[in-house]
């Protein structure tokens, strides 16, 4: 993964490597081969819900004052309010860490796709351009994963 991704670096500071490359990624009309169409579609399926994923996460709310209160003042009412908030926020987290389970057990998957085989990495870029755009927009997702859950800190 390290070539794969240090083809991508357009640092001419890069003192490792005296070859440049020179490639052309068109994420807007990349279209997979049938060689990497099973798993474009396996991939484009976990990425239908990153959107909604992003939302919720971007409008997500704690009930720390809720369960503060109810643990400060346990009457059966601040515990039922308490209850009440957190209930739907545990089913959010838990679509939270479903969904991360699916970019878990994709990434890899795209990473040997894309890093195996006797090509040389910029081939794979070259060629299989669609999974780079996938693997892309899930690099995308997780920075904006957690920049919007650092937000709420």
């Not at 083809?7 to 005296?18: F, G, I, P, W």
């Not at 070859?19 to 009309?29: A, R, T």
């Not at 515990?79 to 838990?94: E, I, M, N, R």
Request: contains cysteine; negative net charge.
């Amino acid at each position: 993964m390290g070539k794969l991704l240090s083809l991508l670096s357009r640092e001419d500071s890069n003192c490792c490597t005296k070859q440049k490359y020179d490639v052309f990624l068109d994420f807007e009309n990349a279209q997979p081969t049938e060689a990497e169409e099973e798993l474009f579609q396996e991939v484009h399926e976990v990425l239908q819900d990153s959107e909604s994923i992003l939302e919720d996460i971007q409008f997500y709310k704690g009930a720390g004052r809720e369960i503060r209160e109810a643990i400060a003042n346990p009457t059966p009412e601040c515990q039922a309010k308490a209850l009440a908030t957190v209930l739907p926020l545990v089913s959010h987290l838990k679509r939270f860490y479903l969904f991360s389970t699916q970019l878990e057990s994709i990434v890899p998957k795209i990473l040997l796709q894309l890093c195996s085989g006797p090509e040389p990495p910029a081939q794979h870029l070259d060629t299989q351009q669609a999974l780079v755009k996938q693997f892309a927009e899930i690099l995308e997702f997780v920075l904006k994963f957690d920049e919007y859950k650092v937000s709420k800190k």
